[in-house]
């Protein structure tokens, strides 16, 4: 069974991470506004009539003013269920609620929003707030990572998948301890205890194997132990080269379970923030040394809207730090023409010198304009 989410396409991530965005600046002044979360295959008619039911339990509300809005939003999301005759593929995330930022005026906002992966969570609340986390987590997951907690004695192997933990297989590896047999000769014992952590190194590396090598989403591997276990895993295990390759962090752990993971993943927050602008280091890359290499095969600022007018753009490279309004009409044309598009944030150098020198927006061509 695959434990790992499908990629979000470029512009769907970018539409979910806004909603969060516009979501989360919301705050009601009561418990007014509402969240409804339809998870994929459930009965939308049934949800229906539950919100109905919902309606009578608002009536209840002490608050003249929270009680409107409450019913006022129920009211909104039924009437807009009824345009839906099943729940859409991956589930449905509704919000309304009053976003006035004044007293006693009421400004109604609905949004019905079909994400772009499994929504499993089934909720209905009213709260000062909008529940989002469900969003976040899926935005979150474009990758996963293999972990490793490892000592002599035993390994436990994990997936981190946005910001769940998985615990995957547990292993022992049947090295004794430091006290030794009685009557064994320190050299013997030794070779003994060498040869065992040897084998359970060589088991945990091909269960590594089986676990992850046919992963397509796996980004990295984090491995964690006391020293000098996990370097000598790394170096002793037989750890295939594709995995190998792919180890971007090693920690200094103390513990081998479901906590060592924990710290693992804690410990290696820099190290994970990287490997995200790594990617969007690559792409502005790839973009100057086209222009570097063939002028005429990349442009950028005004001359993008030439090259998607005459659909020349094979590759859309957008800052984020473009208007909004901006993205849209570029988004809109490149689709047109069934471009690809990137996003470029400015957390990093390149993504700052790629906004200053384009004015936001380059691209690489499928044939030179002239």
Not at 109 to 138: A, G, H, S, T
Not at 177 to 183: N, T
């Amino acid at each position: 069974m695959e434990v790992y989410n499908t990629v979000i396409e470029p512009k769907k991530k970018k539409e979910l991470e806004e909603l969060i965005k516009t979501l989360g600046s919301i705050k009601g002044r009561h418990t007014e506004l509402v969240s409804v979360l339809i998870p994929a295959g459930a009965n939308i008619n049934l949800t229906s009539r539950q919100l109905e039911g919902e309606r009578s339990t608002a009536e209840n509300i002490k608050s003249k003013q929270t009680r409107s809005n409450v019913i006022d939003a129920l009211n909104m999301i039924v009437r807009e269920l009824k345009n839906y005759k099943q729940t859409p593929v991956n589930g449905l995330a509704i919000y309304c609620g009053n976003v006035s930022s004044n007293e006693g005026e009421q400004d109604l906002k609905l949004w019905m929003y079909e994400p772009p992966k499994l929504l499993n969570v089934k909720l209905y609340r009213c709260d000062q707030e909008f529940i989002i986390e469900p969003l976040k987590e899926m935005a979150s997951v474009e990758a996963v990572y293999g972990l490793l907690v490892i000592d002599r004695q035993a390994a436990m192997i994990g997936l981190l998948e946005g910001n769940n933990i998985k615990v995957l297989q547990k292993m022992t590896s049947g090295v004794p301890g430091k006290i030794r047999a009685g009557g064994q000769s320190s050299q013997r014992f030794h070779r003994i205890t060498e040869g065992l952590a040897k084998e359970f190194f060589r088991r945990v590396a091909e269960n590594m194997k089986d676990l992850f090598f046919e992963m397509p989403k796996l980004k990295g591997i984090l491995i964690g132990g006391p020293i000098p276990t996990k370097e000598e895993f790394i170096e002793e295990g037989n750890l295939v080269t594709r995995l190998k390759e792919k180890i971007i962090s090693v920690k200094d752990l103390g513990y081998v379970d479901e906590h060592g993971l924990e710290l693992l993943v804690e410990s290696s927050q820099d190290d994970l923030k990287e490997q995200e602008l790594v990617q969007e280091k690559n792409h502005v890359r790839r973009f100057f040394e086209t222009l570097g290499k063939d002028k005429k095969m990349a442009v950028y600022g005004k001359d993008v809207l030439i090259a998607l007018e005459r659909g020349a753009v094979d590759t859309l490279f957008i800052s984020k730090k473009l208007d909004k309004s901006a993205v849209e009409e570029l988004e809109k044309r490149a689709e047109s023409i069934g471009s690809k598009i990137f996003y470029i944030s400015t957390e990093h150098t390149d993504g700052e010198q790629f906004y200053n020198l384009t004015n936001g927006v380059g691209a690489i061509l499928r044939f030179a304009l002239e």
